[in-house]
């Protein structure tokens, strides 16, 4: 069962208090994009093994969704950070590296 | 003959006598006997048969790795099977009774399968069973239920009278066993300052330690021990805890203890079994080691015992298992069975020792007490049924030609010793061989690591591979101070206690006794005692091609039974190994899966059970309901009356009054269910416009507006009515299930893609008691509450207003979700039981009836409107639902309209609403399908349409339905052929309904009733 | 007829759970939830003006003499006052932050929750049987708050003393949050850990 800081409001949240949301950092495609570009947004996803971006919500707690850099092997959280973020943060992706060099956010 | 002692025995108090039964027969025990110790004392060695076979078997082990003294303990609602005699602590008044046998132990029917034995060859489920496949149903598994299988479920209408708790604790330090090692990784991280648990799954502190000797400290290990419980106790950052097992080790530092708080004293006050839900920054296992068996023909013969165990029974209890014993051994160990068995007076008849050399220092002290010692040699059988006759002793390396026949009555046996690793292993810890001692050990290079990526476990003495007293000691240093410094404590120079026992001489590793076996022999020799798998079963699986381990394991069900192969797996992956012709660490270990032995299903539920089995929402007026007939349907936690019975009523009769009195005259419906949210902010009016079909920042102050939301991928998710409270705030109604999650999917998009945008939300779903006032005469009802204008001019449909009703603080929307004229009134929900009385009170005059979700469903269902859940699925998008005129076109953007330009979205074979009205005016299946000419790829019929809701019509005297039909608009009146529940192709005429299609609005179309 | 006339009723009716733990309904409590920006005085001004006291710190809780500020989210807080009063104290607060152009929502949510009292020396050995959250003296001190979850239930817990805690949970679950407590009260209650 995993843990997760909530970079909102500092708590250290056991997973049955938080709720997942899904591969972070999509780009929203509304109308009047293809249909290639709407699909991709809508289904298309990583499931990577290795490090992975992920939204969550402190559910029962202060309600703010965040984003985690989570590894989906070994459980290590390489980080949280705000979900206002377009990319992982530096110091993110620093940890990210030090496990995986020359890991890049997937496109 | 297996008996107590006249003297030994550190756990037990000699000075005091109890009793208990076994299947039936009463036997004295003394406290501090296990229940395996007190059946030992009594001479009963014969315990339990086994699973497939239901051979004989008596006590193996003296600890949780026991895997044929299952025995059912208790009677009526504490009835418990399968229960452990080795780790059942006696007390007063106990009953056990045997598993497995029928019509009794001695006499057992099913032990023809072991005759058969020949024919039940690895795999046989497998092979047997598949054909002819009604056989399977009719008599295989019947058969084999009743012969196989462990031990029988408490009767399905008994309820288990104890109470279970969880506990959730946060250590800096979690130290899972108690033995020295365990002990003394305690203290140290606990003197550096962690916070420390201790658990040890016994009642006894110590480990084996006092039983295998040596010194520590040149203390007796016994002395130490209390020493150092003491020096422990004296710090206020550790707690101990005995009688709780280390069950599982998972994600992130998350480890589940089971303590057995009243297992032995039943009567005590509080609960039976206590869940730890520990988060423990470092975990030191110090799980200590269990001796292998060693596999020769026999190896199950009630008697034939690990020698350790066989040591455990004599110095912990006082109790012999047998007068003559022989001890057959790999290892140095084994020979300290010997010594205390002759110390306590039993005759070791031989010593068997499989290594040509013999042994160390140990056999030179057993020698030096007359015991004869036999290197070089090994068993090649057992003989004797329910007990141990006589061991035909042969070459170690040889065939298994009987040199020699020694009558005995007990046989201790020693493998070797493997570490305990499976709380290390849980969490993905990996493990290398160790060819010394042959033994998998954790792998220090590959340890199971925690959130931050870095190792969180750490193991500790002989868990850790570390099996001499003195290197256990200095290792349970090492794991304290590391365990110390990675949770952030400083620890300085610390010397280990210096422990010092006789030196041994190397093990000889010996999988197959002897290691030549004939087949005959083989087939006889147990790896796993419990699932009855044997060296010829494990070399059969390899011959057919089980190579893999996890797939030998599955095939033969090696090491799957309640014990978790906990003394199988090592032999027989080294005898999977040894067929395949590899090395063992090539050949790998199944997995280790918590937990490490079963725990109750109390412990798991917790609190969670009865009433408290998941929790109950009730609305303010949720009491009168209940006191009132109420017949109540769960809708997601919530619980709603279905309808009201009243004495001498059915459920179908409440419902039709319920509908005929609100649309005669006068009803009442408890709504407070439906969700509330606020919107508010300079940009919520542009949010509710993305989050709605229809437009909602054109929506007037003071009005209420009917909207449609829709997933990001089109399909209809929450319909509800939205209010315009002010200028900048709305309200949004939801569905009864939808509140929650329709608050959390706003937040998402405020939060996260629109986080510019000013807005703020409130679920405020609760702070209200909702009632609907619905009917012709619910103005006039209002009207006598008073307080507030709610005339047709002043509160026109579709329009709100706040005041005083009835001196209740109100809001009061025109809406109807009936057709009838209808108010829904807001009230603080403090006050709704009052207001609800107050409203029955006052409307006695016209008969105000309380109706429940069942004649509201039928009332919307006659007025055409779709329902959340019944006409959708997740998979219906507005367009389905003939809710075009909600879906705006001036709209640049809403939630879902980019996937309603879909091909698939937009495709005008997309079966569509309509309404249905039955031929015989009977009532169409909810779920029905309507069937089309022809069949599909797979012969089923095709189907051109389905049922989405369907009930009875009081008001129209006849079955009505909702369905989406392929091109259902266009074919008003056409007749379909609908399917009923019990559906028979091959007898349509009588398994079909007819039905026509309609219009979806069934009742007063013009909207008149409302119009007033 | 006037609206004095109505008593408001918490679900539980003032229940009382007793033993060497106890647990009992607060009664009926004012509470305003309030959102805006903690970080603008023009937001907070107001709020410490109406509760009487500072506002409290991250996860903490304010002022005294059942007038106070408990810290929800980063973006809201709860005001406690006593019952009824918030009928006309939120729409002012409101209307003062419509006026004075600052975003910022208001709402009576007096009705939406209870509060329930766990009294006794044992009071964190009884949250820990139901929640996740560490309650050790440690991780949550006199003064502090955490919303978390109690069993199945959101619920925000509140330490007010050594021997005091408050639960607060949504008005629906009431019966079942009190049960919860009642029976982790009642189970081992000398079983002490903190």
Same mark, same amino acid.
């Given at each position: ?28 495609? =509304? ?77 | ?7 030994? !025995? ?57 895997? +044929? ?53 690895a ?54 066993? =108690?033995?020295?090692?365990?002990? #003394? ?274 193991? @500790? ?7 001499? #007293? ?41 999988w197959i006794?002897?290691?030549?076996a004939?087949p005959?022999?083989r087939?006889?020799?147990?790896l ?7 060296v010829a079963d494990l070399q059969l699986a390899a011959r057919e091609g089980y190579e893999?381990v996890?797939?030998a394991?599955?095939?033969t ?14 032999n027989g992956l080294a005898v999977l190994s040894d067929t395949l012709g590899e090395a063992i660490?090539?050949v ?67 419902? +039709? ?13 408890? @709504? ?90 409130? +679920? ?169 000419? !022809?069949?599909?790829? +797979? ?74 | ?137 440690? @991780? ?55």
């Amino acid at each position: 069962m995993l843990t997760l800081t909530c970079p909102c409001c500092g708590l250290e949240a056991a997973e049955i208090e938080l709720a997942p949301g899904g591969e972070a950092h999509l780009v929203r495609f =509304g109308p009047g994009s293809s249909d290639a570009e709407f699909e991709d947004y809508l289904f298309n996803r990583q499931a990577a093994k290795g490090p992975v971006l992920e939204r969550w919500r402190h559910a029962y707690g202060c309600g703010k969704w965040f984003l985690a850099a989570r590894d989906s092997v070994t459980m290590e959280v390489y980080g949280t950070y705000s979900a206002r973020l377009p990319q992982p943060p530096e110091e993110v992706l620093t940890r990210i590296r030090a496990r995986h060099p020359g890991w890049q956010v997937p496109a | 003959m297996s008996t107590r002692l006249a003297k030994g !025995g550190r756990f037990v108090d000699r000075s005091s006598k109890i009793r208990f039964t076994f299947d039936g027969v009463s036997m004295n025990a003394h406290p501090g006997d296990t229940l395996a110790s007190a059946l030992l004392a009594n001479d009963r060695l014969l315990v339990g048969r086994s699973f497939k076979y239901h051979r004989p078997r008596g006590v193996v082990a003296s600890g949780a790795e026991e895997p +044929n003294a299952l025995v059912g303990l208790g009677t009526g609602p504490r009835f418990e099977p399968n229960q452990r005699a080795t780790t059942t602590e006696l007390f007063d008044g106990l009953t056990a009774e045997s598993q497995n046998r029928w019509p009794s132990l001695e006499q057992d029917v099913g032990a023809v399968n072991a005759a058969l034995s020949r024919f039940l060859p690895a795999g046989f489920y497998y092979k047997t069973f598949l054909w002819p496949r009604a056989f399977w149903k009719h008599l295989y598994e019947p058969v084999i239920r009743r012969a196989a299988g462990l031990g029988k479920a408490p009767h399905p209408e008994s309820r288990d009278s104890d109470s279970y708790e969880h506990f959730h604790a946060h250590v800096d330090v979690l130290v899972v066993g =108690g033995g020295v090692a365990g002990l #003394l990784a305690a203290k140290v991280a606990a003197e550096a300052g962690a916070q420390v648990l201790l658990i040890e799954q016994s009642a006894h502190w110590g480990g084996r330690a006092p039983v295998d000797g040596g010194t520590i400290d040149g203390m007796t290990p016994e002395a130490w021990v209390e020493q150092t419980l003491a020096e422990l106790d004296a710090l206020p950052n550790l707690r101990r805890v005995a009688r709780c097992m280390g069950a599982a080790v998972q994600d992130h530092g998350y480890v589940l203890g089971y303590e057995r708080l009243t297992d032995h004293a039943p009567g005590t006050i509080g609960p039976r079994h206590r869940l730890w839900r520990i988060r423990a920054g470092q975990i030191i296992t110090a799980t200590g080691a269990i001796e292998r068996p060693l596999s020769f023909a026999g190896n199950d013969v009630p008697g034939v015992m690990l020698a350790s165990a066989m040591r455990d029974y004599v110095v912990n209890y006082g109790v012999t298992p047998g007068q003559k014993v022989v001890l057959v051994t790999n290892n140095d160990d084994g020979y300290r069975t010997a010594l205390a068995l002759h110390e306590a007076g039993v005759d070791v008849v031989r010593v068997l020792d499989a290594r040509p050399m013999g042994g160390g220092k140990l056999m030179e002290q057993l020698r030096e007490q007359g015991i004869r010692v036999d290197p070089g040699r090994a068993i090649a059988k057992v003989s004797g049924g329910k007990r141990v006759a006589t061991v035909h002793s042969c070459l170690a390396d040889g065939e298994g030609n009987v040199l020699e026949d020694i009558a005995c009555d007990a046989v201790a046996m020693s493998g070797g010793w493997s570490p305990v690793v499976h709380l290390w292993s849980h969490c993905g810890g990996k493990l290398r061989w160790d060819e010394a001692g042959a033994f998998f050990r954790p792998d220090p290079e590959r340890p199971p690591t925690g959130a931050d990526g870095l190792p969180m476990v750490i193991p @500790a003495g002989a868990a850790n591979g570390e099996l001499t #007293l003195r290197n256990a000691l200095e290792d349970a240093v090492i794991a304290g101070k590391n365990a110390a410094l990675k949770v952030g404590r400083e620890v300085g120079e610390i010397v280990a206690p210096f422990g010092e026992e006789v030196a041994e001489a190397a093990l000889m590793p010996l999988w197959i006794v002897p290691t030549k076996a004939t087949p005959d022999l083989r087939m006889k020799a147990f790896l796993d005692y419990q699932n009855d798998v044997k060296v010829a079963d494990l070399q059969l699986a390899a011959r057919e091609g089980y190579e893999s381990v996890e797939h030998a394991k599955r095939y033969t069900t090696l090491g799957m039974a309640t014990d978790q192969g906990k003394l199988s797996n090592i032999n027989g992956l080294a005898v999977l190994s040894d067929t395949l012709g590899e090395a063992i660490p090539q050949v790998g270990t199944t997995t280790f899966r918590p937990p490490y032995t079963p725990i109750s299903f109390g412990a798991i539920t917790g609190e969670a059970r009865g009433e408290l089995f998941q929790p109950l929402r009730r609305t303010p007026m949720d009491a009168w309901h209940d006191a009132n007939g109420a017949e109540w349907e769960p809708v997601g936690h919530w619980r709603r009356p279905y309808c009201y019975r009243r004495p001498g009523e059915s459920t179908e009769m409440a419902v +039709n009054r319920e509908i005929l009195a609100t649309r005669q005259s006068l009803g009442l419906l408890d @709504a407070s269910t439906l969700g509330k949210i606020v919107v508010k902010g300079p940009d919520a009016g542009k949010f509710l416009d993305m989050l709605y079909t229809n437009m909602m920042s054109t929506l007037p102050v003071g009005k209420c507006r009917y909207g449609l939301m829709c997933s990001e991928n089109g399909f209809l998710m929450d319909d509800g009515v939205v209010v315009r409270l002010a200028e900048d705030t709305w309200l949004c109604h939801t569905t009864t299930g939808g509140a929650d999650h329709i608050h959390a999917h706003m937040e998402d998009w405020l939060q996260c893609e629109w986080f510019d945008w000013r807005v703020y939300t409130a +679920n405020i779903t609760e702070q209200y008691a909702q009632v609907a006032v619905v009917g012709p005469e619910a103005r006039i009802l209002l009207e006598k509450l008073g307080g507030m204008d709610v005339s047709k001019e002043a509160l026109p449909f579709m329009t709100w207003a706040e005041g005083t009703l009835g001196g209740f603080p109100a809001r009061v929307f025109r809406i109807s979700f009936s057709g009838e004229l209808s108010y829904e009134v807001a009230v603080p929900a403090h006050l709704g039981r009052e207001f609800w009385g107050r409203l029955l009170e006052l409307g006695a005059e016209w008969d105000v009836t309380p109706y429940g979700t069942e004649a509201l469903h039928v009332m919307r269902a006659e007025k055409g409107f779709i329902m959340i859940g019944d006409e959708t699925d997740g998979t219906v998008i507005p367009q389905d639902l003939n809710l075009g005129w909600a879906i705006s076109k001036k709209k640049e953007d809403f939630l879902g309209k980019r996937a309603q330009a879909r091909v698939n979205m937009a495709d005008p074979k997309r079966w569509k609403l309509v309404g249905l009205e039955t031929s015989d005016g009977g009532v169409l299946p909810t779920g029905a399908l309507a069937i089309a000419p !022809g069949k599909n790829a +797979n012969g089923q019929r095709n189907t051109q349409g389905r049922v989405t809701s369907s009930y009875f019509s009081p008001t129209l005297g006849r079955g009505i339905a909702m369905a989406l039909v392929l091109d259902g608009p266009q074919r008003m009146g056409e007749e379909l052929t609908f399917t009923t529940d019990d559906y028979d192709p091959a007898d349509e005429s009588k398994t079909t309904l007819r039905a026509t299609i309609v219009s979806p609005v069934l009742y007063d179309p013009e909207g008149a009733r409302n119009d007033v | 007829m006037s609206e004095t006339s109505y008593e408001p009723v918490t679900p539980l009716l003032g229940a009382i759970s007793e033993g060497a733990l106890s647990v009992r309904d607060a009664g009926p409590t004012g509470m305003i939830a309030v959102r805006g920006d903690l970080t603008d005085p023009g937001f907070t001004g107001p709020v410490s003006a109406l509760a009487g006291c500072a506002l409290p710190g991250v996860w903490r809780a304010s002022g005294h003499g059942g007038r106070e500020l408990l810290w929800m989210a980063p973006d809201e807080l709860l005001l406690l006052m006593p019952y009824g009063e918030p009928r006309l104290a939120a729409p002012t607060l409101q209307a003062e932050f419509d006026r004075q152009g600052v975003h910022a929502l208001v709402h009576d949510v007096s009705d939406m929750r209870v509060r329930l009292i766990v009294e006794g020396t044992h009071m964190r050995e009884a949250l820990a049987r139901l929640t996740p959250a560490d309650v050790s003296p440690a @991780a949550l001190p006199p003064g502090s708050l955490r919303r978390t979850r109690i069993a199945q239930v959101a619920a925000a817990l509140r330490i007010v003393s050594e021997e005091q805690a408050e639960v607060l949970c949504f008005r629906s679950v009431a019966d079942y949050a009190f049960r919860l407590l009642g029976g982790a009260a009642r189970n081992a209650p000398d079983f002490e850990y903190f």
